[in-house]
């Protein structure tokens, strides 16, 4: 199958024999993006690129992840601009609400029913993330593209049934897709590999992580550890994503 945009990554990740080819990529997205934001390219100096992180903000974990990068002048500056236009919406946002009374039945509404229009738009730049709204814009294309590659291509396809399967968050995302993606007989195919997968790596895991304990009883000392001993980052990565082990990703000065 002819390589594209989109494929050459799918074919490193799933190459990669990862315990999820979509967390791969998703750690390869974020790491560039980083380098992109705050690295020695400076293009937090470029205006278009700070009118866009001023609109999206991050959210707290990549805050966090910035910050660790060690580029302090890069997030001064994003920070700057970032909090001039958050300023200004808040202003506007407190001018235009008033307080009123309250019904008997916006009181008893959960929180997260609110109606009130500040809590909203809190709400809103929670979820809003340069780096994460990326991801999302491009993960779709990814998703169909996994089930073209998937059709067409038999190595691809080989290396999909003979690897780690996904992480759950991903497994319920590629399960969803596949409603639309797939005609009814290849979706009852997929469907059937893909659940015989998961459910072997989910006891793989499982018993990776048994032996772990075991290894920590004095009458196992000798053992071999077998494959157990980076047994918890990676049944954590199974069942939530992510690389628990990864180590801080600073820039390279």
């Known amino acids: 199958?002819?390589?594209?945009?989109?494929?050459?990554?799918?074919?490193?990740?799933?190459?990669?024999?990862?315990?999820?080819?979509f967390c791969y990529i998703e750690r390869e997205i974020e790491q560039h993006l980083m380098d992109f934001v705050l690295?020695?390219?400076?293009?937090?100096?470029?205006?278009?690129i700070r009118e866009q992180t001023d609109k999206a903000g991050f959210c707290r974990m990549h805050f966090k992840k910035m910050y660790d990068y060690g580029n302090t002048l890069g997030n001064g500056w994003i920070l700057k601009t970032h909090y001039m236009r958050t300023i200004e919406e808040l202003k506007q946002q407190i001018k235009s609400y008033t307080p009123g009374k309250t019904s008997l039945k916006d009181k008893l509404k959960k929180a997260t029913d609110s109606s009130n229009p500040i809590g909203r738009w809190t709400v809103e730049k929670e979820d809003s993330c340069y780096i994460c709204n990326y991801f999302k814009?491009?993960?779709?294309?990814?998703?169909?593209?996994?089930?073209?590659?998937?059709?067409?291509?038999?190595?691809?396809?080989?290396?999909?049934?003979?690897?780690?399967?996904?992480?759950?968050?991903?497994?319920?995302?590629?399960?969803?897709?596949?409603?639309?993606?797939?005609n009814d007989h290849d979706r009852k195919a997929f469907y059937d590999c893909i659940s015989k997968l998961m459910l072997d790596n989910m006891d793989r895991l499982y018993e990776d992580v048994a032996w772990l304990i075991e290894k920590f009883d004095y009458r196992n000392k000798d053992a071999d550890w077998k494959n157990s001993k980076d047994a918890v980052p990676r049944a954590m990565q199974k069942l939530k994503g992510g690389y628990p082990a990864d180590p801080v990703y600073k820039m390279n000065k």
């Open 1 to 21: 199958m002819k390589e594209t945009l989109y494929t050459i990554p799918l074919n490193d990740a799933v190459g990669a024999n990862d315990e999820c080819p």
């Open 39 to 48: 690295g020695s390219g400076s293009s937090y100096m470029e205006s278009d």
């Open 137 to 182: 814009e491009h993960y779709d294309r990814y998703l169909d593209t996994f089930f073209i590659m998937y059709k067409r291509d038999e190595a691809f396809r080989a290396k999909i049934q003979n690897g780690k399967g996904f992480c759950l968050p991903h497994f319920g995302d590629l399960c969803q897709a596949s409603e639309t993606k797939l």
